[in-house]
């Protein structure tokens, strides 16, 4: 009996008969459950790899007995922490051992999902009818006329009738073993130890998630003796929760999980990083100091605008350029109704302030975005906007120099509607020197590399949108 | 059904054995009475003086050793067959099993703490990433390969980034039921001894206190990136700071704290959350990494650290094999002298916490008379006004706390003597400002007046906004 603990030294410090009882009531059928788990460990031969994951409940304190690694759960958590385990450790034999509140009722949710996900873990469940740690309260298994402490005059349907979770779980796609067996008898018992063994191999084997639920005794909130209560399993709890196998699926060994990478060049790769050059390798200095004050841009617009893109870019040229910048998405209320705004600030060492409440420079893709910012855009600041959808820009402010440019007119001439935000770009380019013109289609190959075959149109609106600005000047 | 007489017998070594019993371990639950087909085993007389039972009287003069009241018996050391049981005749008076039943099998060499191993990466070029991607390759480089989560906006983005990394390094992202069942895979792999960690927000966050009390309990590692929202309730997906009480104050039921820092760029993203495992498996403890919405989304320039980690396994992990055998995470102490000892352990781990841990940044304090607190996003803007509060004059500072729990008071405390004026800028309802006083109270230092600058839901106080805060205090001073 290896895997029971030779002295029960978690229960009561070990002293006295605590080293060698358990806590359990006399008669209560955890105690064989127990037996039949430990004798299931023992024949596959799993001991050193199994952990078993302890639940809230009268068997809280499964890891006094079983020389196993133990984790004890939160209430109903116990599939959630066995399959952390499992994921962790592949290697590892992951048993939870719960009683029927903490299964079918608080842990109803995690007791779904991780048969459904089908990773090989055991699952035991003891279903007594009760709620035994708490003292005799109604279960979500407790029977239709079941006196208990909550349900003094007998269960009634609405408050729920008898959950039938082998059943449930059998439903599902992803268990490929569950069983409903009993400890009222001899037969039985052999029955439960045959259907716990197979749930592990199951689980050892690879195969997949196994369930089998036990009908335990439970005299003392029975208020009956042991025998007695054997009795009320077999003639009472037995007609509702039939015994027998529920599902019972030929599986291939499949669960096999790769071993963790901690390839560094895997690494880098996924992060999408690139080897250092040491030409202007970004961020160190930049090449035309902005001065004192950081730059803000505010690309506003509805959501295929491309904006967000837009800004993106100007944010990565930026930072190619030695320069420290920023972007940020439109956040909040106003990002409702579909419209799409990008805030980016570029500084010589440092950008404060994300946002771009008074931005220098507003690139505005409808009418009502350049109503609404270009208030904001203070003195010598530069406002564009797309001169396809604005016939009309209406009253702006002095002293800002204000550019219409078919941005959505230029895409269109490209057939290629999408590339209207590189035409903006182009034109702020042009129209405000942020960042030189190289830098920007340079960011623009980098940002394309996978799809080199937009490449040409992009870099075409984005010229288009330079000598619509260039006109203007001349 | 197989028929029962081709079940396989469960117990071949003990098919042919006589039971033997100590009475000392018996219940008197009778299951093995109603069992016996020779009628061998009656119930007992007298009550055993050891356990206040009665225990069953064996006569097993007609026994054919048929094994049926072995497998009715519940207790481990119960009915047992003679064969396990070395020189039962002579051994009945013993009361040790190691003498009783035999040595044991022997167990394996105990764990030991497996370090972690550093490993250089090449120099790269920044990336232009947003926060929680920042956050996602932090965790990578710290050795997480195991990201649970349930999706929720302003954080979903670190989730996807690590479902599309994770499955390339052996890793997993596991898109769990719930928040609840999220942190609950966490305490499992911590428990086995892995990093582990999760993005959330504001209201998932409240769903995972629970597990977080239960990993405080348990001592199990972990790292909660909650990029806060505005709340209370649904709220919005704007960024607050609203969360600050939770994650300092409020980690779920009983005696808890968790290392609580707040980054405020994308480069602190991932250097934080790194920090964060680091910190995490250093005590054993939870560490919450507290971003706002603004953050999460911000796109800035990251560079990456000259190198990563291959995680350890500690030496108390249950990992499922013989050397972990023995080791055992759970947070229930029945007797009230364990858990309050525990509890204390707790208490002076904490208090290590707060010696060893305070992080601040402090930017141009030395000579300010007015002094901005501020953290996360706010903490820039804040800058940006200390900074244009410098060419007005006003000899103004950022004091900006990097750990919000433990509060970075040592440093606070340094800052001070030349302070006139406190200014705290937050998101939240004087959350910040809260920890600060709590803090400053605890160190039995007056500080000077305190006013706030703050907004709420879903907004964050201007540059404008903190500016005018500042120069009222000076206001005030004449
Ligand atoms: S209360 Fe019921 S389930 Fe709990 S130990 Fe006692 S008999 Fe067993
Ligand atoms: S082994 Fe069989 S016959 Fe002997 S006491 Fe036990 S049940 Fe009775
Ligand atoms: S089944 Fe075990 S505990 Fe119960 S009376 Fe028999 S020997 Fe005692």
Redesign the pocket.
């Known amino acids: 009996m290896s895997t029971f603990y030779d002295h029960f030294e978690r229960h009561g410090h070990g002293k006295g008969l605590a080293d060698h009882t358990t806590h359990y009531c006399p008669g209560c059928g955890h105690g064989l459950a127990h037996r039949d788990l430990a004798a299931a460990i023992d024949e596959l031969g799993v001991q050193d790899r199994t952990v078993l994951i302890n639940p809230v409940g009268c068997s809280v304190f499964a890891y006094y007995y079983f020389d196993v690694g133990n984790t004890q759960a939160a209430h109903g958590r116990a599939p959630a922490v066995a399959l952390g385990h499992k994921l962790s450790n592949p290697d590892s034999v992951v048993i939870c051992y719960q009683g029927d509140g903490d299964l079918a009722s608080i842990g109803l949710a995690e007791t779904i999902s991780a048969a459904q996900m089908g990773v090989p873990i055991t699952v035991i469940f003891i279903n007594n009818g009760i709620y035994g740690m708490t003292g005799g309260q109604m279960a979500p298994t407790s029977l239709i006329g079941q006196r208990t402490t909550t349900s003094p005059n007998g269960r009634h349907p609405w408050m729920g009738q008898p959950l039938r979770v082998a059943e449930l779980i059998a439903e599902l796609d992803g268990p490929v073993y569950v069983e409903r067996v009993a400890l009222y008898d001899a037969k039985q018992r052999f029955r439960a130890r045959k259907a716990i063994t197979k749930a592990i191999r199951m689980q050892v084997e690879g195969r997949g998630y196994a369930f089998v639920e036990v009908l335990s005794e439970c005299p003392t909130h029975l208020k009956a003796t042991a025998v007695s209560a054997e009795e009320w399993i077999r003639t009472q709890m037995e007609p509702i929760f039939p015994l027998g196998v529920k599902k019972d699926r030929v599986v291939e060994p499949w669960f096999k999980r790769p071993a963790r990478s901690f390839d560094p060049e895997t690494v880098l790769a996924l992060c999408g990083a690139e080897p250092a050059d040491n030409g202007d390798g970004g961020g160190r200095a930049p090449r035309h100091p902005l001065g004192a004050r950081d730059r803000s841009v505010k690309l506003a617009g509805s959501g295929g605008d491309g904006a967000q893109t837009a800004g993106l870019l100007i944010a990565r040229a930026a930072i190619a350029e030695g320069f420290d910048a920023t972007h940020i998405p439109s956040y909040g209320p106003e990002s409702r109704g579909g419209t799409s705004y990008a805030d980016v600030h570029i500084a010589d060492l440092e950008v404060f302030n994300p946002s771009a409440s008074e931005p220098d420079i507003l690139v505005a893709f409808n009418a009502p975005s350049l109503a609404r910012f270009a208030p904001s855009v203070p003195e010598g600041g530069v406002i564009l906007y797309d001169s396809t959808v604005i016939k009309e820009p209406g009253e702006m402010p002095y002293n800002r120099r204000i550019l219409g440019v078919p941005f959505t007119g230029i895409a269109a001439g490209l057939q290629r509607p999408m590339v209207k935000n590189l035409a903006a770009l182009g034109a702020l380019q042009a129209a405000t020197d942020l960042l030189p013109a190289p830098r920007f289609l340079e960011t623009l190959r980098e940002v394309l590399k996978d799809k080199p075959s937009t490449l040409p149109v992009n870099e075409a609106a984005f010229a288009a949108g330079q000598r619509a600005v260039a006109g203007m000047r001349g | 059904m197989v028929p029962a007489q081709q079940l396989p017998n469960p117990m071949p070594a003990t098919a042919r054995?006589?039971?033997f019993l100590e009475p000392a371990y018996c219940k008197g639950c009778l299951r093995?009475v109603e069992?016996?087909?020779?009628g061998?085993?009656a119930p007992g007389t007298a009550v055993f003086p050891g356990t206040g039972l009665i225990p069953v009287e064996?006569r097993?003069d007609?026994?054919?050793?048929?094994?049926?009241?072995?497998g009715a018996c519940p207790e481990p050391f119960g009915?047992r067959p003679e064969s396990e049981v070395a020189h039962a005749a002579e051994a009945y008076c013993l009361k040790d099993p190691t003498e009783l039943f035999g040595e044991k099998v022997v167990d394996g060499p105990p764990s030991r703490d497996q370090p972690a191993e550093a490993i250089a990466l090449e120099d790269c070029q920044a990336l232009v990433i947003k926060g929680t991607y920042a956050s996602a390759i932090g965790a990578v480089l710290a050795g997480c390969r195991h990201v649970f989560g349930y999706p929720i906006t302003p954080s979903t983005e670190g989730a996807e980034l690590m479902a599309k990394m994770l499955p390339k390094l052996g890793g997993a992202f596991v898109q769990a039921v719930s928040e609840v069942a999220a942190v609950n895979m966490m305490y499992g792999a911590g428990a086995a001894g892995l990093p582990s960690m999760t993005f959330t927000s504001s209201p998932g966050f409240s769903l995972m206190l629970e597990g977080i009390s239960y990993m405080i309990g348990a001592e199990v590692p972990g790292v909660f990136v909650n990029i806060m929202r505005g709340g209370p309730g649904l709220g919005n997906i704007g960024p607050e700071q609203a969360d600050i009480k939770l994650a300092c104050r409020g980690l779920g039921h009983g005696n808890t704290h968790a290392l609580v820092l707040a980054p405020s760029t994308p480069q602190e993203m991932l250097d934080l959350t790194m920090e964060a495992f680091a910190l995490s498996f250093r005590y054993r403890n939870p560490v919450v990494v507290l971003g706002d919405g603004y953050l999460g989304q911000m796109t800035g320039a990251v560079r990456l650290p000259a190198r990563m980690l291959r995680p350890g396994l500690p030496a108390w992990s249950v990992w499922g094999d013989r050397a972990h055998r023995t080791n055992l995470i759970c947070s229930i102490y029945l007797a009230e002298e364990d858990l309050e000892a525990h509890n204390l352990r707790l208490e002076a781990k904490y208090a290590a916490i707060g010696a060893d841990e305070q992080r601040a940044d402090p930017y141009r304090c030395e000579d300010a008379r007015v002094l901005v607190v501020a953290c996360n996003t706010p903490a820039r803007m804040a800058k940006g006004a200390v900074e244009t509060a410098r060419e007005q004059g006003i000899a103004a500072g950022l004091f900006r706390p990097v750990t919000i729990w433990p509060f970075p008071i040592d440093a606070l405390k340094e800052a001070l003597p030349h302070v006139d004026h406190l200014v705290v800028v937050e998101a939240s309802p004087g959350q910040l400002e809260d920890e600060m006083r709590l803090a400053l109270s605890h160190a039995g230092i007056t500080p000077p007046p305190i006013t706030s600058v703050r907004r709420l839901g879903g907004i964050l106080p201007q540059q404008s906004e903190i500016l005018a805060g500042i120069r009222e205090t000076q206001e005030v001073r004449v």
């Open positions: 054995d006589r039971p093995c069992v016996c087909p020779k061998c085993i064996l097993l007609a026994c054919n050793g048929c094994g049926l009241c072995i009915l």
